[in-house]
């Protein structure tokens, strides 16, 4: 690999990261710290058994900015989470098959600015509302969530998203979405 991407094999699913000084587990999460002074979650703890997850802005005084690929991926027991208003980047498949979790807020004042594909595939939230922040979506990032509601700040900010952000893979339709007024 190139030099200062990581893989990290010993995690659920492999996960790769730049820059990365040390791997740590505080007992909630598993993460990667940066030589950006940054946090990117790697999964949750084997120790923690929380349904309802909030991720913190901040561990050890370093923004946390990124959920790796498949971080959470497949983690039935997941109700709810918390994402924190320094996340800059969900990346490929994040909460992907995580069939409990009903509820995805995000913190006012977010810097989201990119989700990846297949990031909240196949999910039990019927809403979700998408941070003005956000510069693009990717492919399927909402397929296979039958009913779902998505919230949108503005058609302007939907057009800079993939053509296929909101497609539905179980029957190849689109997913409606709706413009939130100011």
């Known amino acids: 690999p190139l030099e200062g991407w990581v893989n990290y094999p010993d995690t659920k699913f492999s996960s790769v990261v730049y820059g990365v000084l040390e791997v740590v587990d505080n007992g909630e999460f598993v993460y990667a710290v940066t030589s950006f002074d940054t946090i990117s979650i790697l999964s949750l703890s084997s ?11 901040h561990i ?11 971080a ?14 320094t996340l800059i980047d969900l990346v490929a498949g994040s909460f992907q098959n995580c069939h409990s979790l009903t509820s995805v ?19 039990g939230i019927t809403e979700i509302h998408i ?3 956000v510069q693009f ?8 969530n039958p009913g779902i509601q998505i919230y949108v700040a503005s058609q302007e900010q939907v057009d800079l998203w993939d053509e296929d952000w909101n497609l539905n893979q179980a029957d190849n339709t689109y997913l409606p979405y709706i413009i939130e007024t100011q």
């Open 47 to 57: 120790a923690n058994d929380n349904t309802d997850i909030i991720v913190p802005n």
């Open 131 to 133: 941070p003005d922040s």
């Open 137 to 144: 979506i990717d492919y399927r990032a909402f397929s296979d």
């Open 60 to 70: 050890d005084s370093m923004p946390v900015t990124q959920i790796v690929r498949n």
């Open 72 to 85: 959470f991926n497949g983690n039935g027991d997941i109700t709810s989470i918390v994402l924190p208003n």
């Open 105 to 123: 807020t995000f913190e006012e004042n977010s810097q989201l600015e990119f989700i990846g594909y297949y990031v909240f595939f196949s999910l």
